[in-house]
């Protein structure tokens, strides 16, 4: 039977609010889901394809997905263990440079992916950024209590991940697309061009992603849509989208962001982009 799934971290770009939208806008039958930009996986785990490929260029996001497919119960003991005592800013900094520490060692374990769950809810709005090292960077939220996990949800994804024919890739996103094929579906949340000027591209890895990226981005969706592959994105409604994506449908929708320290920037449109 189906379970209820939900993301298990807040991620920026969360899809949870667009969820109905993008679901009215999905085809209707497909042979593989590909999700090459995979965060916190609103959309996988709410319609928990059978088939699917999974990716990410961020190695500690993709640990978690690992670690709960792998062993479910050694993640949840890990973060368990990490909530049994009360946080204060003194005990946020000491696991971060815990965190960091494991990833610097390459200890992409069990114990490294709890402590991405536990950084994750009590760090600054669930940010995650790195600085240039590819170290984790934001600041302590200032919430003292409270569970880092629905231990019941983790459980589930894990038996989701494992039961079904779900690959999980590391890596680029063109990359994680070579082997689409006539039929499959691919949905792509990229990191969104910014709505203007001033506003930065995002840095979820010490990369970020540039413009460049978008426009690969886009070449790459044009030369799946000539495969026959059913491609779904979502991003700002800006310009640039109207110019690298002419010729295919763009819907627009309204949405209410939450991560934005400017109040009056928590609404606006975005839009998504199919090729059928
Ligand atoms: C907008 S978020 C995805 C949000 C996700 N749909 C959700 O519901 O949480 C974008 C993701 O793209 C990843 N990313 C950034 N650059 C990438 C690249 N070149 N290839 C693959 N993934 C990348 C980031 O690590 C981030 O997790």
Request: include cysteine; aromatic fraction near 12%; charge should be positive.
């Amino acid at each position: 039977m189906k379970k209820n799934l939900f993301p298990f971290l807040k991620w920026a770009g969360g899809k949870t609010q667009l969820l109905n939208q993008l679901e009215a806008k999905m085809p209707i039958g497909y042979k593989r889901y590909f999700e090459p930009f995979i965060g916190g996986g609103a959309l996988l785990l709410d319609i928990q394809p059978k088939k699917a490929v999974i990716n990410d260029i961020n190695e500690q996001l993709l640990n978690v997905y690992i670690q709960l497919k792998q062993d479910t119960e050694a993640v949840l003991r890990e973060v368990n263990r990490l909530d049994s005592h009360l946080c204060d800013e003194k005990r946020y900094l000491e696991l971060r440079a815990k965190y960091n520490e494991k990833i610097q060692r390459r200890e992409i374990d069990p114990e490294c992916a709890a402590l991405m769950i536990w950084v994750n809810k009590h760090c600054f709005n669930g940010l995650y950024r790195v600085n240039s090292k590819g170290l984790f960077n934001v600041p302590y939220n200032r919430n003292v209590n409270g569970r880092s996990m629905n231990e019941e949800n983790l459980r589930n994804i894990g038996y989701y991940l494992r039961e079904n024919d779900i690959e999980i890739r590391h890596g680029d996103f063109e990359k994680a697309c070579r082997d689409a094929s006539s039929g499959d579906f691919v949905y792509f949340d990229s990191p969104y061009i910014p709505v203007s000027e001033t506003a930065k591209f995002t840095n979820y890895t010490k990369e970020g992603f540039t413009i460049e990226d978008h426009k690969r981005l886009a070449k790459l969706y044009r030369q799946l849509a000539l495969r026959g592959v059913w491609v779904m994105m979502s991003n700002h409604n800006v310009p640039l989208v109207y110019e690298l994506y002419n010729g295919f449908r763009i819907i627009e929708v309204d949405v209410k962001r939450a991560i934005n320290r400017d109040a009056t920037k928590r609404f606006g449109k975005e839009v998504i982009i199919t090729n059928y």
